[in-house]
């Protein structure tokens, strides 16, 4: 019996407020809140970092503070959020629970990634978008 693979998209978001985008490379450390996808198709660990470090420093918390806040060690916080090393699944999900974010999988081309708002920004005080 052939077993059948399917190919998934990963988005991450907050609140179910969509948009999309990507950002990759290590000049995120360096990238303005308001730079930040709200919804972002993840293809690497750098991009989940991303957007934990962005979500964090919103809500005004301290690195130290967020990994108390969600049960984790500082040091997963910071190689969580430089997309350094390996962080299990149940920790991953911690973090993104503390901060008010959830993860998402769509098999690729899923109608709902046709239907993602897109220029909407983490920083963005516009809740209107465009469609793509």
Known sequence: MATRTRKSHLLLGTDATPSSGTMLGSAHRRIALEAVPLVQELRGADVIGLQVRAHRK??????????????VSVDLMSRLENGAGSVRLDK???????????????PKGHELLHHLPTGKVLGSSDTTSSES
């Open 58 to 71: 919103k809500q005004g918390l301290r690195i130290d503070d967020a990994a108390a806040l969600t049960g």
């Open 92 to 106: 991953l999900m911690s973090v993104l629970d503390g901060l008010g974010l959830t993860l998402l999988v769509l």
